[in-house]
Protein backbone atom coordinates (compact mmCIF):
# COMPACT_ATOMS: atom_id res chain seq x y z
CA UNK A 1 0.00 0.00 0.00
CA UNK A 2 1.36 3.15 -0.77
CA UNK A 3 0.38 6.38 0.63
CA UNK A 4 1.31 10.42 -0.70
CA UNK A 5 1.23 13.12 2.29
CA UNK A 6 0.79 16.52 1.19
CA UNK A 7 1.59 19.68 3.52
CA UNK A 8 2.36 23.03 3.07
CA UNK A 9 -0.83 24.48 1.51
CA UNK A 10 -2.29 27.39 3.73
CA UNK A 11 -4.10 31.18 3.35
CA UNK A 12 -1.70 34.28 1.64
CA UNK A 13 -1.78 37.47 0.66
CA UNK A 14 -0.85 38.18 -3.46
CA UNK A 15 2.82 38.33 -3.88
CA UNK A 16 3.37 36.10 -1.39
CA UNK A 17 4.73 32.35 -1.55
CA UNK A 18 4.28 29.32 -0.18
CA UNK A 19 6.51 25.86 -0.43
CA UNK A 20 4.06 22.41 -1.02
CA UNK A 21 5.79 19.05 0.12
CA UNK A 22 4.33 15.70 -0.35
CA UNK A 23 5.71 12.39 0.92
CA UNK A 24 5.31 8.77 -0.49
CA UNK A 25 5.76 5.64 1.83
CA UNK A 26 4.76 2.50 1.84
CA UNK A 27 5.55 -0.32 -0.36
CA UNK A 28 8.03 2.14 -2.84
CA UNK A 29 10.32 0.02 -5.67
CA UNK A 30 10.94 2.64 -7.29
CA UNK A 31 9.22 6.13 -8.15
CA UNK A 32 9.07 7.78 -11.92
CA UNK A 33 8.02 11.12 -12.19
CA UNK A 34 6.39 13.19 -9.37
CA UNK A 35 4.56 16.24 -9.68
CA UNK A 36 1.81 18.46 -8.80
CA UNK A 37 -1.86 19.33 -9.97
CA UNK A 38 -4.14 21.87 -8.55
CA UNK A 39 -7.82 21.97 -9.26
CA UNK A 40 -9.78 25.37 -8.42
CA UNK A 41 -13.73 25.66 -7.60
CA UNK A 42 -15.94 24.58 -10.74
CA UNK A 43 -12.62 24.00 -12.83
CA UNK A 44 -10.91 20.94 -14.29
CA UNK A 45 -7.94 19.71 -12.33
CA UNK A 46 -4.69 20.84 -14.26
CA UNK A 47 -1.02 20.30 -14.00
CA UNK A 48 1.10 22.70 -12.19
CA UNK A 49 4.51 21.24 -12.41
CA UNK A 50 6.51 17.49 -12.98
CA UNK A 51 9.68 16.09 -12.19
CA UNK A 52 11.01 13.12 -13.63
CA UNK A 53 13.37 10.86 -11.63
CA UNK A 54 16.24 12.26 -13.47
CA UNK A 55 15.38 15.51 -12.19
CA UNK A 56 13.52 16.87 -15.93
CA UNK A 57 10.77 19.37 -14.62
CA UNK A 58 7.89 20.65 -16.97
CA UNK A 59 5.50 23.45 -15.68
CA UNK A 60 2.07 24.69 -16.50
CA UNK A 61 2.80 28.11 -18.55
CA UNK A 62 0.66 30.14 -15.76
CA UNK A 63 3.46 29.14 -13.20
CA UNK A 64 6.25 29.68 -15.30
CA UNK A 65 9.13 31.65 -13.09
CA UNK A 66 7.03 31.79 -10.64
CA UNK A 67 7.27 28.00 -9.11
CA UNK A 68 9.83 25.46 -8.61
CA UNK A 69 9.68 21.87 -8.47
CA UNK A 70 12.26 19.93 -6.77
CA UNK A 71 12.47 16.49 -5.45
CA UNK A 72 14.32 14.27 -2.71
CA UNK A 73 14.71 10.51 -4.07
CA UNK A 74 16.27 9.23 -1.16
CA UNK A 75 13.50 10.26 0.54
CA UNK A 76 10.60 9.93 -2.13
CA UNK A 77 9.74 13.79 -1.76
CA UNK A 78 8.94 16.29 -3.85
CA UNK A 79 8.23 20.09 -3.13
CA UNK A 80 6.84 22.72 -4.70
CA UNK A 81 8.30 26.09 -4.09
CA UNK A 82 5.66 29.10 -5.13
CA UNK A 83 6.34 32.67 -5.15
CA UNK A 84 4.77 35.61 -6.05
CA UNK A 85 1.21 34.29 -5.42
CA UNK A 86 -2.14 35.50 -7.16
CA UNK A 87 -5.44 34.69 -6.88
CA UNK A 88 -6.11 32.69 -9.44
CA UNK A 89 -3.60 30.39 -7.88
CA UNK A 90 -6.40 29.43 -4.99
CA UNK A 91 -7.06 25.59 -5.85
CA UNK A 92 -6.73 22.46 -3.85
CA UNK A 93 -2.99 21.18 -4.81
CA UNK A 94 -2.67 17.67 -5.22
CA UNK A 95 -0.05 15.43 -5.64
CA UNK A 96 1.02 12.75 -8.22
CA UNK A 97 3.20 10.03 -8.38
CA UNK A 98 4.14 7.84 -11.03
CA UNK A 99 5.43 4.61 -9.09
CA UNK A 100 6.20 0.94 -8.93
CA UNK A 101 5.42 -0.91 -5.82
CA UNK A 102 6.86 -4.08 -4.76
CA UNK A 103 5.74 -6.85 -5.89
CA UNK A 104 6.06 -4.72 -9.19
CA UNK A 105 3.04 -2.85 -9.95
CA UNK A 106 3.05 0.58 -11.71
CA UNK A 107 0.51 2.91 -11.42
CA UNK A 108 -0.16 6.65 -10.91
CA UNK A 109 -1.23 7.34 -7.04
CA UNK A 110 -2.42 10.83 -5.56
CA UNK A 111 -2.62 12.47 -2.39
CA UNK A 112 -5.62 13.93 -0.79
CA UNK A 113 -4.83 17.32 -1.32
CA UNK A 114 -4.20 20.49 0.63
CA UNK A 115 -5.92 23.87 0.02
CA UNK A 116 -4.13 27.02 -1.00
CA UNK A 117 -5.65 30.05 -0.94
CA UNK A 118 -4.17 33.39 -1.94
CA UNK A 119 -6.22 36.77 -0.84
CA UNK A 120 -6.01 40.08 -2.80
Known amino acids: QVHLVESGGGLVQAGGSLRLSCAASGSIASINSMGWYRQAPGKQRELVAV???????NYADSVIGRSTISRDNAKNTVYLQMINLKPEDTAVYYC??????????????WGQGTQVTVSS
Open 51 to 57: ITRGGST
Open 96 to 109: NAKLTTTPLYTQVY
